[in-house]
């Protein structure tokens, strides 16, 4: 069975810094793997998805990492923004399935 | 081309009443899912659903939760009965193909007291 982690499950650093989110997961045989921002009492945003294919997703200032082999994946955001303070949550869908499982997120507070 | 749609975005009901919650689907999606989030919790899977034909509902609580998505209309998560257990944020995606990425709406936002 599937098991979605993301440590740590909360991060508070100051405006500028760049971070790295972590997620990861029991089972290889994924089909692909997506980050998701939720902002408070908000819908769900999606960042960027990653077929089980490739190895990296860009997109401005984020970039989202695979490594299928050791079940982990990683965000990176370089120089943070307030704006970036939101909760990432990391979903992955496996092989031939619909489902998406998904991690509990990981609170990100960016300090001005 | 609008996004997914669900209404209402809060519903504030009392114990033991119903709860109806709305999924529109993006214009041509013919696959819709309905997903909850507990406070403080990751998204769980409830129910698959395309139109008229209920696909996988493994992850629906077996009492008190029911699906539809009729062949017109929208789709329709319904919770008879409800408990404070069940106060969460309902989420519904939609997608033209079963192994397509999956688009999200806004959810519904349930409170109940």
């Known amino acids: 069975k599937q098991e979605v982690t993301q440590i740590p499950a909360a991060l508070s650093v100051p405006e500028g810094e760049n971070l790295v989110l972590n997620c990861s997961f029991t089972d290889s045989a994924i089909y692909n793997l997506q980050w998701f921002r939720q902002d408070p009492g908000k819908g769900l945003t999606s960042l960027l998805l990653?077929?089980?294919s490739q190895r990296e997703q860009t997109s401005g200032r984020l970039n989202a990492s695979l490594d299928k082999s050791s079940g982990r994946s990683t965000l990176y955001i370089a120089a943070s923004q307030p704006g970036d303070s939101a909760t990432y949550l990391c979903a992955v869908r496996q092989d031939s399935n619909y489902q998406l499982i998904w991690g509990a997120g990981t609170k990100l507070i960016i300090k001005p | 081309n609008a996004g997914v749609m669900q209404n209402p975005r809060h519903l504030v009901r009392r114990r033991g009443q119903e709860a109806r919650l709305r999924c529109s689907p993006m214009?041509?999606?013919?696959?819709v899912y309905w997903y909850r989030q507990l406070p403080e919790e990751g998204l769980k899977f409830m129910v698959y659903?395309?139109?008229?034909?209920?696909?996988?509902e493994s992850g629906m609580p077996k009492e008190r939760f029911s699906a539809e998505f009729p062949k017109e209309g929208p789709s329709i998560l319904r919770i008879q009965q409800v408990v404070r257990g069940d106060s969460a944020a309902y989420f519904c995606?939609?997608?033209?193909?079963?192994?397509?990425?999956?688009?999200f709406g806004p959810g519904t936002r349930l409170t109940v007291t």
């Open positions: 659903l395309q139109k008229e034909n209920i696909i996988d």
């Open positions: 995606a939609s997608s033209p193909g079963p192994l397509d990425e999956q688009y």
């Open positions: 214009k041509g999606h013919s696959h």
């Open positions: 990653i077929q089980s």
